[in-house]
């Protein structure tokens, strides 16, 4: 199996900054596109931002300028640095990955169980 954990959630105050860590661990062999997402309370959940194997990055229009994506493909990590924070960035943020488990086996979807990001006034 594959675990996903997220952390670096907590309570920060707007225009403040945050640094979300993601780390995967369990049978894998490459991992490809891993990605950020985030559900406020009574919205759907919502892309933030992807990274491709190779350092490909995609934004949310909400957030580009503010925020960056990168990863550390030896240890299986993605990172998320949030900065000027806006109260509307508030909710709990899910990473993604898709997951090559073996070198004969196809690309799996696994998702973390979340990190709560609360942005105050």
């Known amino acids: 199996q594959v675990q996903l954990v997220e952390s670096g959630g907590g309570l920060v105050q707007a225009g403040g900054s945050l640094r979300l860590s993601c780390v995967a661990s369990?049978?894998?062999?490459?991992?490809?596109?891993m990605g950020w997402y985030r559900q406020a309370p009574g919205k759907q959940r919502e892309l933030v931002a992807i990274i491709t194997s190779g350092g490909s990055t995609n934004y949310a229009d909400s957030v580009k300028g503010r925020f960056t994506d990168s990863r550390d493909n030896a240890k299986n990590t993605a990172y998320l640095q949030m900065n000027s924070l806006m109260l509307e960035d508030t909710g709990v943020y899910y990473c993604?990955?898709?997951?090559?488990?073996?070198?004969?086996?196809?690309?799996?979807?696994?998702w973390g169980q979340g990190t709560q990001v609360t942005v105050s006034s």
């Open positions: 369990g049978s894998i062999y490459i991992i490809n596109q």
């Open positions: 993604n990955a898709d997951v090559q488990r073996s070198r004969w086996s196809g690309l799996t979807d696994y």
